[in-house]
């Protein structure tokens, strides 16, 4: 299968910026292409929604509550997804988790669909 590894989580106050990057790993075999990856968020006592989205075409979507401040970003070359998110609010406090589907060639030459999540890393932004 495929590994999501996310990194970039942390504090800030109001205002400030956090970068969020995830990289798409393969336990065995090689990536062959990846259709889909995306950045959701689950704050305490919510469900878990989508925040950004970059698609195989180069599309991209969001919610409505960070258009104009985060933007997703992909390097196909590292199979990384990126989120920069700015002009943070104590509201985009919450567990942000990375998404990626797509294909990969297993080690005995098949290939295999892959949906795969990161375990996720916390966003805090104090007042």
């Known amino acids: 299968q495929v590994q999501l590894v996310e990194s970039g989580g942390g504090l800030v106050q109001a205002g400030g910026s956090l970068r969020l990057s995830c990289a798409a790993s393969?336990?065995?075999?090689?990536?062959?292409?990846?259709?889909?990856m995306a950045w959701y968020r689950q704050a305490p006592g919510k469900q878990r929604e989508l925040v950004a989205g970059i698609y195989s075409g180069g599309s991209t979507n969001y919610a409505d509550s960070v258009k104009g401040r985060f933007t997703i970003s992909r390097d196909n070359a590292k199979n990384t997804v990126i989120l920069q998110m700015n002009s943070l609010k104590p509201e985009d406090t919450a567990d942000y988790s990375c998404?990626?589907?797509?294909?990969?060639?297993?080690?005995?030459?098949?290939?295999?669909?892959?949906?795969?999540w990161g375990r996720g890393t916390q966003v805090t932004v104090s007042s």
């Open positions: 393969p336990e065995s075999g090689s990536i062959s292409r990846i259709d889909a």
């Open positions: 998404h990626a589907q797509g294909l990969y060639r297993r080690r005995d030459g098949n290939y295999s669909p892959f949906n795969s």
